[in-house]
């Protein structure tokens, strides 16, 4: 029985409402006290002293330490169960938060994922008509940069509160996070984005062997060999692609590494820094920004984009314009998402979302862009897949 009391005083009194069992209503029952007698010690008296500024549920009522049923101990001693209305654990009360927790974090994965096919389409679009990686990837990280400015001047998004520390132990991550998204534009530039992604499903790999031999760290035999049919899945996939290109899948395999490394960094370094995820990965955009921009200055430069630009404005038209823009503006939301994502969620939810995200740009690709994909290709692509899956499953 659950009931909610409301007392201005410090001592609640029992009754025989809180007693009577059904069928019984003319047993009487002498009125009993909530705080024992002053024979007790002064201790367990303090102890029982029931604060009733805010109502109070109720949860159960009986005698001494038998609950359920009438028995008494200890003269007028009576036993409650109780909690102020305002905590969790009023009954009932957690089953909506709970419901609303769910459907948050099933709103976040399909934003993620929507995000991520979107940016592949127009990002894929762009790199074939504009082959020039290390601009695209610059333009990607600068337009999230300014977006995050804007909503920080504008208090859209509250403003993380950072110092010097904080940039440097930022740095190494920003490292790592700029050489595996510019590695992974340079792939998609070279070959279909769902080859791309297929390879890319192969980083659980990258990160058993790289904390287990450069960190020291050991995993239940599961978890290696979960590793069997992403290494085997990918394998197969590589060789039975039509449009195989080398600098395309070492352009993936690169960005594998790079973002294990970048997961390390950023798992050692930001321990008990109180920064939201949102602001995380903006922080993070920042500091690649200003670490890729002469890199790409110096790899590509400003005649080449210029040619580059004409070209594919003649050839497009100004929806190239439009192209540019959105999957500069997608890949910043997407990734902004996944990192908010991860505070409402566990790693191993976030692994499975991620596992999923990849089927479902793998899927979208060859639907929109008409890639040839052969028998043998779809099931080694398959297979690497459910490796990761597994693993996510393994490494728990």
């Excluded at 409402?17 to 008296?45: D, I, M």
């Excluded at 290390?134 to 001047?153: F, N, P």
């Excluded at 890319?200 to 050991?218: C, D, I, N, Q």
């Amino acid at each position: 029985m659950i009931c909610t009391v409301k007392q201005p005083v410090i001592s609640i009194r029992g009754s025989d409402a809180f007693l009577r069992k059904k069928g019984s209503a003319s047993t009487p029952v002498q009125p009993c006290s909530l705080v024992p007698p002053s024979s007790f010690p002064r201790e367990n008296t303090l102890r029982s002293l029931v604060s009733v500024q805010t109502p109070l549920h109720l949860s159960c009522v009986g005698f001494g330490n038998f609950v359920g049923s009438v028995r008494r101990e200890h003269g007028d001693l009576m036993t409650c169960g109780a909690y102020e209305a305002e905590r969790s654990e009023v009954e009932g009360a957690g089953a909506p938060s709970e419901a609303a927790k769910k459907v948050k974090i099933g709103i976040y994965f399909a934003t993620w994922w929507a995000l991520n096919v979107v940016f592949n389409i127009y990002n894929k679009k762009v790199l074939n008509a504009y082959p020039y990686p290390w601009l695209t990837s610059t333009l990607s990280l600068a337009c999230g940069s300014l977006m995050m400015l804007i909503s920080w001047a504008t208090r859209i998004a509250e403003p993380p509160k950072t110092d010097l520390e904080f940039w440097k132990t930022l740095f190494p991550v920003a490292v790592a996070h700029t050489i595996g998204h510019v590695a992974a534009t340079v792939s998609m530039s070279k070959v279909a984005v769902s080859f791309t992604h297929i390879i890319k499903s192969g980083e659980p790999a990258f990160s058993v062997l790289v904390s287990r031999f450069l960190l020291g760290e050991t995993f239940p035999v599961p978890v290696y060999l979960s590793l069997l049919p992403i290494i085997g899945g990918c394998a197969l996939a590589a060789v039975t692609e039509l449009n195989f290109n080398m600098t395309g899948f070492m352009g993936a395999m690169i960005s594998n590494l790079a973002f294990v490394f970048r997961n390390i960094f950023s798992k050692k370094g930001m321990k008990g820094k109180a920064v939201s995820g949102m602001n995380y990965y903006a922080c993070l955009s920042m500091l690649s920004l200003v670490i890729l921009t002469p890199f790409a200055i110096a790899v590509e430069g400003p005649q080449m984009w210029a040619a580059g630009w004409q070209t594919a404005l003649s050839q497009i038209g100004p929806q190239f314009i439009w192209w540019v823009a959105a999957q500069s503006i997608f890949y910043h939301l997407y990734n902004q998402v996944s990192y908010m994502s991860l505070d409402e969620i566990s790693p191993l939810t976030f692994s499975i979302g991620n596992t999923m995200k990849r089927i479902s740009v793998i899927v979208s690709s060859i639907i929109i862009f008409h890639t040839p994909v052969q028998p043998i290709n779809a099931l080694g692509a398959a297979i690497a897949i459910l490796g990761t899956f597994l693993y996510s499953q393994a490494k728990q």
